[in-house]
């Protein structure tokens, strides 16, 4: 480990310092945010938010991914999509059908402004936020998260999230890997899954604050001795879909990303799990495919072919 690596403790628990003290002072009683505050709004409160929570949303995300919490961008950039349609739709004093609409279509524009996809928007605005498929819908929805595509492409540019070269794709005969590949996925998912609620659970009795500071002093203590795993982690998944990285490095990048990932999500750290999912995809994936091609060197296995396939499946099987 190089001497310098230490020093990565302090961003985590200096970001967890900041966030900790803004809930403690503003959030009067607001602690669960991302998608699961957004499904819990339009469940129960006819999609309207508060102009705290918003706040709360975007400064305490934004200290998160900064500070290097394992968290992504994308769940907070749902929660503000639906949080500022609806309070556009408070300040017009729309009707309740209307407001709901609107959470709709701010999903969808959150989603679509992430990754330049505005057809993923709108299927993950439908599907996990809406949970129908009407024409009244639909058609705002779609407009939105084009819309917000628009928008993002003339800020940013039009960049993709991840530089994908040229893969290989697989041969037929390698189709029962992938469904093995498939497996482990699902499995990975389910482990994932279980350790978050499991953390939870454990954690329930601890004030938020010390389930925050406890979340920086573990990240950070990771982050010591893989720097990879800190913040959203793009770059990284980058460099396996190229194939840049060893077997042993994606191994513990995996271990490890996991790790951190639940003490930041699980403890209630104010991100995103979409960022992350992907990261650990992408490292099952790649080591499936680079012990493929140790195992069967006559198939030639891309290790990029199955980072792309294990982001896949390990999003899917998680959310």
């Known amino acids: 480990?190089?001497?310098?690596?230490?020093?990565?403790?302090?961003?985590?628990?200096?970001?967890?310092?900041?966030?900790?003290?803004?809930?403690?002072?503003?959030?009067?009683?607001?602690?669960?945010?991302?998608?699961?505050?957004?499904?819990?709004?339009?469940?129960?409160?006819?999609?309207?938010?508060?102009?705290?929570?918003?706040?709360?949303?975007?400064?305490?995300?934004?200290?998160?991914?900064?500070?290097?919490?394992?968290?992504?961008?994308?769940?907070?950039?749902?929660?503000?999509?639906?949080?500022?349609?609806?309070?556009?739709?408070?300040?017009?004093?729309?009707?309740?059908?209307?407001?709901?609409?609107?959470?709709?279509?701010?999903?969808?524009?959150?989603?679509?402004?992430?990754?330049?996809?505005?057809?993923?928007?709108?299927?993950f605005a439908l599907e996990v936020v809406m949970m129908e498929y009407t024409l009244a819908v639909f058609l705002p929805i779609t407009i939105a998260a084009g819309s917000a595509t628009m928008?993002?492409?003339?800020?940013?540019?039009?960049?993709?999230?991840?530089?994908?070269?040229h893969i290989q794709q697989g041969a037929l005969i390698e189709l029962p890997l992938v469904i093995l590949l498939g497996l482990f996925a699902g499995t990975l998912s389910a482990l994932f899954i279980h350790l978050l609620q499991s953390v939870a659970h454990h954690s329930r009795t601890m004030g938020f604050t010390s389930k925050i500071m406890l979340s920086g002093v573990v990240v950070g203590v990771i982050a010591s001795m893989m720097p990879n795993?800190?913040?959203?982690?793009?770059?990284?998944?980058?460099?396996?879909?190229a194939g840049e990285i060893v077997l042993n490095i994606l191994l513990l990048l995996l271990l490890l990303k996991l790790l951190a990932?639940?003490?930041?999500?699980?403890?209630?750290?104010?991100?995103?799990?979409?960022?992350?999912?992907?990261?650990?995809?992408?490292?099952?994936?790649?080591?499936?495919?680079l012990i493929v091609r140790l195992l069967f060197p006559e198939l030639q296995a891309d290790a990029g072919f199955y980072s792309l396939l294990g982001m896949g499946a390990v999003m899917g099987a998680s959310l």
């Open 151 to 165: 928008v993002s492409i003339f800020v940013f540019g039009h960049e993709p999230a991840f530089v994908i070269p």
């Open 229 to 241: 795993v800190m913040g959203i982690g793009y770059d990284t998944v980058t460099q396996m879909l």
């Open 261 to 289: 990932t639940v003490a930041s999500i699980a403890l209630g750290i104010p991100g995103g799990s979409i960022g992350p999912v992907l990261f650990l995809g992408a490292c099952l994936g790649g080591s499936f495919g």
């Open 1 to 123: 480990m190089k001497p310098y690596q230490w020093k990565l403790v302090f961003f985590p628990v200096t970001g967890s310092l900041i966030i900790a003290a803004g809930f403690y002072f503003f959030s009067k009683g607001i602690h669960v945010l991302g998608v699961a505050r957004v499904i819990e709004r339009m469940a129960f409160h006819q999609g309207y938010f508060t102009l705290r929570g918003f706040l709360l949303q975007f400064f305490g995300a934004a200290v998160a991914i900064i500070s290097g919490h394992s968290v992504g961008r994308e769940g907070p950039n749902v929660y503000l999509g639906a949080a500022s349609a609806s309070l556009l739709g408070q300040f017009l004093t729309l009707p309740n059908n209307s407001i709901r609409t609107l959470v709709g279509c701010g999903t969808a524009a959150g989603i679509a402004a992430s990754f330049d996809t505005p057809l993923a928007g709108v299927i």
